[in-house]
Nanobody
Framework: VQLVESGGGMVQPGGSLRLSCAASGFTFSSYGMRWVRQAPGKGPEWVSQISTTGDFTSYADSVKGRFTISRDNAKNMLYLQMNSLEPEDTALYYC???????RGQGTQVTVSS
């Protein structure tokens, strides 16, 4: 199993980023997926989750209305569109394979003016 995130970077408050997670080594369409973030000095925070088909999604209250999770099972890709970014969104973001211990290394998002 391999999960590789990309798309992070530094952005000003109010800006947008799109994170990607490339999955391989397993049947991607058979697993729900999750985005989790961890800010410096804090524990992991669940951000969003998506079902195997993408029909069902859920979000943490802190990102609801600003972030959108999606997936492309044909490409084995998971995405997180992040809009209206706030300094509080600064964290290492990583994708997680539901009901397993597999996760990626993460991609850093920094929101700062």
């Amino acid at each position: 199993v391999q999960l590789v995130e990309s798309g992070g970077g530094m952005v000003q408050p109010g800006g947008s980023l799109r994170l990607s997670c490339a999955a391989s080594g397993f049947t991607f369409s058979s697993y729900g997926m999750r985005w989790v973030r961890q800010a410096p000095g804090k524990g992991p925070e669940w951000v969003s989750q998506i079902s195997t088909t993408g029909d069902f999604t859920s979000y943490a209250d802190s990102v609801k209305g600003r972030f959108t999770i999606s997936r492309d099972n044909a490409k084995n890709m998971l995405y997180l569109q992040m809009n209206s970014l706030e300094p509080e969104d600064t964290a290492l973001y990583y994708c997680v394979l539901l009901n397993t211990d597999y996760r990626g290394q993460g991609t850093q998002v920094t929101v700062s003016s």
